[in-house]
């Protein structure tokens, strides 16, 4: 059996990083078995959903290096889904409903005050042809319930019924069927909600395995009677524990909160967002993967905790920086031209500055320095004024190159006296206008001794 996962998520808005998380675990859960990942966008909420979202989860996929095997729409399988149902309803499975909601919420409120679980009644199933007709004469239209198999022979006396799995994350899982209401499959409006596609699909499309997050353990228990009500064999199941800001609020892609778009754009790294949405939560410590490949052979889907994947959003930044601090100048020549860092000078450049910046887009501000003079702003002493003065007429003659540094300060201590601080820190004002940077030995042969000297105070 060849192992088949599938991302299915609802092109109404960006995926963030916690959508992401449940990407890569189904990917790299496939990548480590030789097998396929299948992208389906559920968007049988047409109202919704849109080409343009759809078009953007698949860049931002593709961003972080996920490729999918096939791209599905379940707007295009109406028909599949159109006939299941008509198989659940012949089979009496699939019943109409005219309650509204708030006779719906007044019956739980009922039921709660009796101590009763509040779940469905079922009350619809005891309405006659006559009483349906009559109910749609003034103008109400039914939504259709899945009659769960948790009853012997009357469907008003449910008994409990156990669906079990072992979940590839959590280990045995059970979900009684009796503390469930039967699931809305088909709205008023004659649209599907999520349950009825998604089984259909994961039939049809052959997938093997469905990992998502543990907001659907009880989803589970339904989905499995549904297939077995269809006819077919359910999916192994996993669900990993959500991720969340450390304060514990949830993530939505309606709000935008922490979008792998707005990642991207905030300058990090792929693999560092790609590394904490899949590390966090886990047994294992979250580190900065340098590709898939090595997180692939990190990640172990059962490692993940029952309780949330918490994390501060300030962690990526310090991923992002383990990653930046190592990236060879090959990597990121193309987005250091963007930034007009070119020359003969850029791959220099790159690797004296690098292990001083968060993002690359950083390197920008050292480039402006090193060609453009020091920033603004740094004010010196009468005293470190003159010290400055004499300390740049002891500037060695070219040629130069990293030991020029030293060079250049010894001869200073010697004839000023100055050492530690007092001699250092003036002269890093002077050159690049900021406390703290890169070596001065590594920048100093990039500005040159006229360069160097144009710096002079």
Known sequence: MTVTVRFAPSPTGNIHIGNLRTALFNWLFARNRNGRFIQRFDDTDLARSTQAFANQILYDLHWIGIFPDAVEYQSKRFAAYDAAAERLKSAGLLYPCYETPEELELR?????????????????????????????????RPHWRFLLPNFAADPHETQRTEISWNDVVRGEETVDLASLSDPVLIREDGTYLYTLPSVVDDNDMGVSHVIRGDDHVTNTGVQIALFKALGAEAPAFGHHNLLTTASGEGLSKRTGALSVANLREDGLEPMAVASLAVLTGTSGNVTAARSLDELADEFD??????????????????????????????DVRDRLMALGVKGEKAEAFWLAVRGNLDRVSDAAAWWRIVTEGPEAGAAFTDEERQFLRAAFDLLPDEPWDRSTWKEWTGAVREATGRKGKALFMPLRLALTGRQSGPE??????????????????
């Open 108 to 140: 739980r409120k009922v039921r709660l005050s009796r101590k009763l679980p509040p779940v469905y009644g079922r009350e619809a199933l005891d309405l006659t042809e006559e009483d349906r007709k009559q109910l749609e004469a003034e103008g109400r």
């Open 301 to 330: 889907p059962a490692s993940s905790s029952r309780s949330a994947a918490k994390f501060d959003p300030a962690d990526l930044v310090i991923l992002n920086r383990t990653l930046v601090h190592e990236l060879p100048f090959e």
């Open 440 to 457: 001065l030995a590594d920048l100093l042969p990039l500005l040159g001794r006229e360069g160097t000297l144009a710096r002079r105070p």
